[in-house]
């Protein structure tokens, strides 16, 4: 498991994209550290769960981010209020229109329509469509948990069954160098990531928000004027 | 009123979809519904705060339209390309 101290360099890149190992090499010469000799919870060793699970924490909070934008942009375009800050929404920001309307009687109106700006614009709303993670990473210690053991142990019981055989690890990682064809180094690969972006469906509470923003474009005669011919 | 796709209202006399295209809203222009021949004409006395936070959302979102518009005309662009080398490629 641990027979390359090389990859503890390697390792220092998650932690603030610090400089690849000086000594070039492959780690052929060092001498292999038994896991004792191994420092406990490192910076640039991590649990795996903590090494897989940060690139997709950084996927949530990126939907998050876009999800706020598009609340800031309704803010800020559809309501009268000030759009910084989650303040006052104000009221809904209308635009005003003037229609021509021919009454029933042959005389002119003139209407004015009131439409809600945010039935006009294009909502921007963002989100990941799929995502492909790839990581290549090297186990470099495993650690009993035996307080997870006994938690194993007391829900096992319960169910009238044996206790496991193994106990339950937790396996530390660093994200391992790919492999050249030629069987050399190539780059260091932290973990590679792919991702494909949508505008999204219309989320329900949005759909809801504009339907009502729809039912407020309003109409109202401004003047009524008599045939005149101009119509 | 019933909601409509984004940049289009149903039209305030006979219902039908009818696109408000921000330029138009923007500089004043007459639009016309296509199903009853209605216009409408932004009023710029009375909608100064819309308006103006349309010309901001115009204005910031400008680059971003140039640029999806630049990549659509290249993606047709590409595939024209592709089309007319499939057509002029000689025959032996
Ligand atoms: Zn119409």
């Known amino acids: 498991m641990s027979d390359d101290s090389s990859e503890k360099a390697v390792a220092t890149d998650i932690g603030g994209g610090g400089q690849p190992p000086t000594d070039g090499g492959d780690g052929g010469g060092t001498t292999a550290p038994t896991p004792r000799e191994l420092p406990e919870p490192q910076s640039s060793v991590l649990s795996l769960a903590q090494l897989i699970g940060a690139p997709i924490h950084a996927l949530v909070d990126a939907e998050a981010q876009s999800a ?53 614009l294009p909502i921007p709303a963002l989100q990941i469509k799929d995502a492909e993670l790839d990581y290549t990473v090297k186990i470099v210690q495993t650690e ?41 180094r190539s780059v260091d690969m932290l973990v590679k990531m792919k991702l494909r972006i949508e505008q999204a469906d219309m989320p329900g509470g949005l759909a809801q928000l ?22 | 009123m019933t909601a409509t796709q984004p940049g289009r209202i149903p039209c305030p006399a006979c219902s039908q979809p009818l696109a408000l295209p921000i330029e138009a809203v923007l500089t004043g222009q007459a639009i016309a519904c296509a199903g009853c021949g209605l216009e409408l004409t932004a009023q710029r006395e009375t909608s100064h705060e819309a308006l103006n936070a349309l010309g901001r959302w115009y204005e910031e ?29 000689p025959r032996r």
């Open chain 1, 68 to 120: 706020m934008a598009t609340a800031r942009f309704i803010r800020s375009v559809g309501f009268t209020g000030n759009g910084d800050g989650m303040g006052d929404l104000g009221e809904l920001q209308m635009a005003r229109f003037k229609r021509r309307h021919r009454g029933a009687d042959g005389s002119d109106e003139e209407v004015e329509v009131q439409i809600p700006l945010l039935s006009m």
């Open chain 1, 144 to 184: 009993a948990l035996p307080q997870r053991q006994a938690e194993v142990d007391q829900l096992m019981a319960a169910k009238r069954q044996g206790p496991t055989g193994e106990p339950p690890a937790t396996l530390r990682a660093t994200f391992a160098r790919e492999q050249g064809s030629n069987g050399r």
């Open chain 2, 61 to 89: 979102t400008a680059e971003a339209r140039t640029t999806a518009a630049s990549g659509q005309a290249s993606a047709a662009a590409g595939q024209t390309a592709k089309a007319s080398r499939r057509v002029t490629r």
């Open chain 1, 210 to 231: 504009l339907a009502l923003a729809s039912e407020s474009s309003s109409q109202d005669v401004l003047a009524k004027r008599d045939e005149e011919g101009d119509g």
